[in-house]
């Protein structure tokens, strides 16, 4: 009885202190000082068309490498857990097997799945979307593949090479923007070229297929793990 | 005005399913539906003007959370078996005097 009461005077609480932020959202038609400034700036200094990219890729592209290492030290976590030695041999083993239906629309979509998440980072800084939005589509098509085989293996030495290599590149290039550029991370390493070509921005599009191809090899080694198999 | 209306609706779906989440008895409905309040979540987004965090919420919250959930749920029920058969294999050593 008490905690009832307790739990609905915390619900109400919580409902009187966000009243105000449900009265506020909403679309708005002006943005705001800041908003403005990056409006403005962005594609005058960098060349990016999609000024969100512009701003997680550069103006806070240090918060955006703390995220991948958040994500790489989650995805080392959960490979360290979830190994057959601590989830038992009887983890494995009488999995029915996949449909027809599900194979043969594996074996068609994986492909374009793959290539769909490829163009979302590669276009990152044309269009919505960039390097985390990618990585998920491809670690979808592991899924779907995961699900059609659940026999099959990962090759767990590309991915873990991948996710090497991105990683140090994505660094690189932070490095050499503090060296040739303005500073770590700066883009414009390389001619910021035309707004809208898929060649502009800078490193901008190198550094987001860098983390697309972290963060799809990343998530790819979870749903892998998460299968538990993995010796 | 028709963005409001949407919004509106998008939100009451996102409430509808969070509470059905809640409610519901059945674990997997209850995954299914909190992946629902997440794919709500990214129209509101959308609707909102911000694409970007539409596509990493429909892809991150209601795609792979779900299936990383739906996995944890099929784990756990597999320990589950495993004890209860372990129970029935050596009742006596167990049941004596817990029930």
């Known amino acids: 009885m008490m905690r009832k009461v307790m739990v609905t005077l915390a619900i109400i609480g919580f409902a009187f202190a966000l009243l105000p932020l449900a009265f506020r959202a909403g679309v708005q038609a002006e943005p705001g000082a800041l908003a403005t400034e990056y409006l403005e700036t962005a594609p005058r200094e960098l060349g990016a068309a999609n000024v969100v990219t512009a701003i997680v890729v550069s103006y806070r592209g240090f918060d955006t490498l703390g995220e991948v290492a958040v994500l790489f030290v989650a995805t080392a976590g959960v490979g360290a857990m979830l190994t057959r030695k601590r989830l038992g041999p009887a983890a494995v083993g009488r999995r029915k097997p996949a449909t027809e239906v599900l194979r043969t629309a594996t074996g068609l979509l994986t492909g374009l799945i793959v290539m769909f998440g490829a163009y979302i980072f590669m276009h990152g800084h044309l269009t919505p979307g960039g390097g985390f939005q990618g990585g998920v589509v491809i670690a979808t098509a592991v899924l779907l593949n995961v699900l059609a085989a659940p026999e099959s293996h990962l090759a767990h030495g590309v991915m873990t090479?991948?996710?090497?290599?991105?990683?140090?590149?994505?660094?690189?290039?932070?490095l050499l923007g503090a060296f040739l550029a303005w500073g770590f991370l700066d883009p414009r390493v390389m001619p910021t070229g035309s707004i809208g070509s898929l060649v502009s921005a800078g490193t901008i599009p190198l550094i987001y297929s860098a983390i697309g191809l972290k963060v799809g090899a990343e998530l790819s080694g979870i749903i892998e793990a998460l299968k538990g198999d993995r010796p | 005005m028709a963005i409001d209306i949407a919004i509106i609706v998008a939100g009451a779906f996102m409430v509808a399913s969070g509470i059905g989440a809640i409610a519901s008895k059945s674990l997997v409905v209850s995954i299914l539906l909190s992946g629902g309040v997440s794919l709500a979540a990214s129209v509101v987004?959308?609707?909102?003007?911000?694409?970007?965090?539409?596509?990493?919420?429909a892809a991150i919250g209601s795609g792979l959370t779900t299936v990383v959930f739906l996995y944890a749920l099929a784990r756990s029920r597999q320990a589950d078996d495993e004890d209860s058969n372990e129970r029935l294999e050596a009742p006596a050593s167990r049941s004596g005097g817990s029930k």
């Open chain 1, 161 to 174: 090479a991948v996710e090497a290599l991105s990683g140090a590149a994505y660094v690189a290039i932070g």
């Open chain 2, 45 to 57: 987004f959308l609707l909102m003007g911000a694409p970007d965090v539409a596509m990493t919420e």
